[in-house]
């Protein structure tokens, strides 16, 4: 029970959070994204669970920085299951994550979160996070 490292076999659950943050259809390639990301060394793929069943995880990545001491953490995905939130699963999986930052030189912890994500946005504000109005993204050939 709680959080653990993610393993191969829980894509199904981790293809069905992702469907219920907006992104279907994973079931295809998921097993190799979650292959790829834990073997990579600056990532974290994390597991909340109850009575073995998953019910919410994280991605988080590590990037070091070049121009300041200090590294950042990127949460790429975090779904907790919507049968089940505003329990404090969310708090302890960010909360342990804020620990593996700091221990990992990070000074700061970043997230993108979209606009309609709204109970989101709150409970990221509640966890300190502030919001940081300039976001680029330029999509690349569905392909990639």
Same mark, same amino acid.
């Given at each position: 029970?709680? !959080?653990?490292?993610?393993?191969?076999?829980?894509?199904?659950?981790?293809?069905?959070? +992702?469907?219920?943050?907006?992104?279907?259809?994973?079931?295809?390639? !998921?097993?190799?994204?979650? $292959?790829? +990301?834990? !073997?990579?060394?600056?990532? $974290?793929?994390?597991?909340?669970?109850?009575? $073995?069943?998953? +019910?919410?995880?994280?991605? +988080?990545?590590?990037?070091?920085?070049?121009?300041?001491?200090?590294?950042?953490?990127?949460?790429?995905?975090?779904?907790?299951?919507?049968?089940?939130?505003?329990?404090?699963?969310?708090?302890? !999986?960010? $909360?342990?994550?804020?620990?593996?930052?700091?221990?990992?030189?990070?000074?700061?912890?970043?997230?993108?979160?979209?606009?309609?994500?709204?109970?989101?946005?709150?409970?990221?504000?509640?966890?300190?996070?502030?919001?940081?109005?300039?976001?680029?993204?330029?999509?690349?050939?569905?392909?990639?």
């Amino acid at each position: 029970m709680g !959080i653990r490292k993610a393993k191969v076999d829980d894509w199904k659950a981790l293809s069905e959070l +992702l469907n219920q943050l907006g992104y279907p259809n994973t079931e295809t390639f !998921i097993k190799e994204k979650i $292959e790829k +990301l834990l !073997i990579h060394p600056d990532e $974290e793929l994390l597991i909340y669970e109850e009575d $073995e069943k998953v +019910l919410a995880f994280i991605s +988080l990545h590590f990037i070091p920085q070049l121009a300041v001491k200090g590294d950042f953490a990127r949460i790429s995905y975090f779904a907790v299951n919507t049968t089940i939130r505003s329990k404090g699963i969310g708090r302890k !999986i960010e $909360e342990y994550c804020t620990d593996l930052a700091k221990k990992r030189n990070c000074d700061r912890i970043e997230v993108h979160c979209h606009s309609r994500r709204v109970d989101a946005h709150r409970f990221y504000t509640r966890q300190g996070f502030t919001e940081s109005p300039k976001y680029f993204m330029k999509m690349m050939n569905e392909s990639v």
